[in-house]
T-cell receptor, first 111, second 116 residues
């Protein structure tokens, strides 16, 4: 079993829709949770990070962490075609020597 | 430069040859990571350097893989006796944080390796 599980998609939604992306994990030591966005043939870029449980909002993006369920989510409101990319969840523990990534969800926003 | 620089951007090699991939991190960043990304897959952790500490090599898939970081800056990932399953994009990332645990990794654009 992988430490981090993420549905690879692809996920296709119409412009303006709310998008929900999710990851589950097995290591209860994880405390830092991140979402990265990766455009084709580019390196990933940090989108959001949260520490421990709770919500964090940044513009159209909201990250949620539920440590009791070992489940994290990223919501995108008013999705735009420019949001089309692969979204990778990532997480690390307090020792933080490794950041473990999910397999990524490929998202396509249809105009 | 302003970002993480990786070279070569593309490398085609024959099975059994050795390859070296280079990473120039952002100046002043103490942490450096190597990841591997196969087609349509997520990022597979390979190795992590933090300052002068011993590197975390727990992700290296076999003893054909090795990496070094000279002077706390430039890093080289070496793959000996390449196999076709080594074909992937090798991504380097650096971080300004002491422990790198805030997730602020800055990635290069990767070195795409194809083993024939």
């Amino acid at each position: 079993q992988k430490e981090v599980e993420q549905d690879p998609g692809p996920l296709s939604v119409p412009e303006g829709a709310i998008v929900s992306l999710n990851c589950t994990y097995s290591n209860s030591a994880f405390q830092y949770f991140m979402w990265y966005r990766q455009y084709s043939r580019k390196g990933p870029e940090l989108l959001m990070y949260t520490y421990s449980s709770g919500n964090k909002e940044d513009g159209r993006f909201t990250a949620q962490v539920d440590k009791s369920s070992k489940y994290i989510s990223l919501f995108i409101r008013d999705s735009q075609p420019s949001d089309s990319a692969t979204y990778l969840c990532a997480m690390s523990g307090s020792s933080a020597s490794k950041i473990i990534f999910g397999s990524g969800t490929r998202l396509s926003i249809r105009p | 430069g302003a970002g993480v620089s990786q070279s070569p951007s593309n490398k085609v090699t024959e099975k059994g040859k050795d390859v070296e991939l280079r990473c120039d991190p952002i100046s002043g960043h103490t942490a450096l990571y190597w990841y591997r990304q196969s087609l349509g897959q997520g990022l597979e952790f390979l190795i992590y350097f933090q300052g002068n500490s011993a590197p975390d090599k727990s992700g290296l898939p076999s003893d054909r893989f090795s990496a070094e970081r000279t002077g706390g800056s430039v890093s080289t990932l070496t793959i000996q006796r390449t196999q076709q399953e080594d074909s992937a994009v090798y991504l380097c990332a650096s971080s300004p944080r002491a422990q790198g645990n805030t997730g602020e990794l800055f990635f290069g654009e990767g070195s795409r390796l194809t083993v024939l």
